[in-house]
């Protein structure tokens, strides 16, 4: 289980530096989801988490991954003082399954995303809505779709879906 919520946040990760890079990465290691979240400039605290949580080898690994990647402006919507309580390493638990909540083994890209419950990396399922008017994953809109990273893909949400 320990590995499955590792591989989740890692694909957190890479879906987070797909946002601040350019759609036609080549696959490289150098392109692994935790490379890319690092390098957007978007995915900050996200990057601080993954750290925090002991994810950073899992999220460079294989995969693939599809991560829904919160941007720094969705972690800021928590009530003040979440995040900070969230990286104590007393929290570390809870920061796993929180960021493991993100990330759905394989690589789903956009054209193939549909209206399901979508079983996380944590063992929880997201609500995945397809609309005219997007993308909602919980109640997390999809703001940016098939950021590529070596081991998998990243979605962008507008908000910090938490798990049940």
Do not use: C
Not at 36 to 41: D, E, W
């Amino acid at each position: 289980m320990k590995t499955i919520r590792i591989f989740s946040l890692t694909a957190l990760v890479a879906t987070a530096g797909f946002f601040g890079v350019a759609h036609a990465q080549t696959k490289t290691a150098s392109n692994d989801i935790v490379a890319v979240a690092s390098g957007a400039g978007s995915f900050n605290t996200l990057v601080a988490a993954v750290k925090a949580a002991g994810l950073v080898e899992t999220l460079q690994g294989p995969g693939p991954f599809t991560v829904f990647a919160p941007t720094d402006e969705a972690f800021a919507k928590l009530p003040k003082g979440t995040v900070e309580d969230l990286l104590k390493p007393e929290n570390k638990a809870k920061l796993v399954a929180i960021l493991t909540y993100h990330v759905v083994a394989g690589k789903v890209m956009a054209a193939d995303v549909k209206t399901m419950m979508a079983k996380t990396v944590n063992g929880q399922s997201l609500d995945v809505k397809v609309t005219a008017g997007g993308v909602t994953v919980d109640n997390a809109k999809v703001i940016k779709t098939d950021v590529a990273a070596s081991n998998g893909v990243i979605h962008v949400i507008d908000t910090v879906v938490l798990p049940k």
